[in-house]
């Protein structure tokens, strides 16, 4: 369902971070991609966002060029793409509750469905009671649950998470863990960057590895191997 | 997209746009204030306006081409010159003043001056002759109007003899200052108005600019969790039309009491013009204008905050 067709990305001032990469991820795969610092991951979910655009190669979510969508077929497509980041983005002045009911009402999802969903999905995360709170009322952990509600509450086919462990103590580092590894159970492809040797050898999935903008290794149950 | 879904997406903007301006209140009330000095500054101007209109009329109601008769004019004579003068299209009107009101004016103008009383008496007969006092329509216009009276123009034909004197030529002077005064206060007025009204739109784009750039992480997430343009747009629209309306209701508020104050000070000084009556007739136009700029103002400087946000 995704391609990277030998994609490089390389910067204004010449710093190539992507450098011809070609990739498939098929439906309902769970797949970590691991690298040192500058490795290129965080290039690789830019592009996949949408945020970037390639030097070369193309970028296709089924057999669309995501890189040529404009208008409404890009808000169509964020919308099959849920995005958990390292530092969670909730919006501040929006409750946890809000936050997730943001994405449903972007979505143009009928205020019913908004009520019968959005509680629902905060007890998947385990955060029913604290659903009113803001997001500074809550613990990094807590606020990284929020932001993978807010990421599955309109079923997206893919679920984006970059580094979502990265600000966490282990014992939340696990929940996430294992809230992913659920949505991935449930029959959501999720993409996975990480540098937590920890989680992907447990994990016991596909495993990309990535050095200098190139994909080093790519196994389909491995280990953290750098 | 259907009507259901439309009006959904309108609520949706509304409530946001409301939590947004309720929950970010300082952010708010900055840039109310920001915009309420901008409107006021436009009050003032609209304010100034009516002063300045009122007072010019006073000085142009004070200023006339006044037409003396000989002692011996007859009242034909002088009806023909009147009926001759409101003919003329640049006269606004001609107002008559006979021998004796002269007199009785002259009188009382000098009561208490014993001597000149006294020289008065002594003649014995009237030396006044009536006057015709002529308001131009406009002040350029007295000159053209005491051309038309010279006796070179024979607008006057045969009465033309009963005139003494046209006092124009002792006014001229006075009359064309007058009118290069109005003539600059109204250019560096304008241009005065312009420099603060452009002014305090540079500051309120920078305010709401300001406010939205905290923003910016916040439209990027929303962007990525899928809302299209129009649905993070609107409840910033909807935010600025807030302002606005608060802003015009503060400066109204203001105003009411700023020109109760303004009219005690300067009832004398004004006599006729009392600014807070003439700040509760126009109130509607006054309201309309501020609401009208102030919303102008606020929108755009938001659409083109946001828009450089939205290019994610």
Partial sequence: MLYFDRVSKEYENGNKVLDNISLTINHGELVSIVGHSGAGKTTLIKLLLAEEDPTEGTVSFHSDNIHHLRGNDMTNYRRKVGVVFQDFRLIPNKTAYENVAFAMEAAGKQDEDIAEDVPHVMDLVDLKDKMHQFPHQLSGGEQQRVAIARAIINRPEIIIADEPTGNLDPLNTYDIVQILKKINDLGTTVILTTHNKGIVDNLGRRVITMEDGRITRDQKSGKFTM | ?312
């Fill in chain 2, 1 to 312: 997209m259907s009507n259901n879904n439309k009006s959904t997406l309108t609520k949706r903007i509304l409530v946001a746009g409301f939590r947004g301006f309720y929950r970010n209140r300082t952010v708010s009330l900055s840039s109310i204030f920001i915009l309420t000095i901008t409107l006021s500054i436009i009050s003032s101007f609209y304010l100034s306006r009516a002063i300045f209109d009122y007072t010019l009329g006073q000085i142009r109601e004070k200023v006339d081409v006044r037409v003396y008769f000989n002692t011996d004019a007859t009242d034909a004579q002088i009806g023909d010159v009147k009926a001759k003068l409101l003919g003329l299209s640049q006269v606004k009107s001609v107002t008559y003043t006979s021998k004796e009101d002269a007199l009785s004016s002259f009188k009382e103008k000098h009561n208490g001056d014993q001597l000149t009383l006294q020289a008065l008496d002594e003649l014995g007969s009237n030396p006044f002759g009536a006057s015709l006092s002529v308001i131009a329509k406009d002040t350029s216009q007295y000159e053209s109007i005491a051309t038309a009276l010279s006796s070179g123009s024979g607008l006057l034909g045969d009465s033309g003899g009963a005139v003494d004197k046209i006092n124009y030529y002792q006014l001229k002077d006075s009359i064309d200052k007058l009118n290069n005064i109005i003539g600059w206060i109204d250019t560096v007025g304008f241009w005065i108005s312009v420099v603060f009204i452009l002014m305090s739109c540079m500051i309120v784009y920078n305010t709401i600019r300001l406010a939205i750039f905290v923003y910016r992480d916040e439209i990027a997430v929303m962007k990525l969790v899928g809302a299209s343009n129009m649905f993070i747009r609107g409840p910033f629209i909807v935010e600025a039309l807030l302002y606005a309306l608060v802003a015009t209701i503060f400066s109204l508020i203001f105003f009411f009491f700023a020109t109760i104050w303004v009219a005690k000070k300067t009832v004398f000084f004004f006599e006729g013009l009392n600014l807070h009556l003439y700040f509760t007739e126009h109130f509607f136009s006054l309201a309309g204008l501020l609401l009208l700029s102030g919303a102008v103002l606020a929108v755009i400087s938001s659409l083109l905050a946001v828009r450089k946000y939205l290019k994610v």
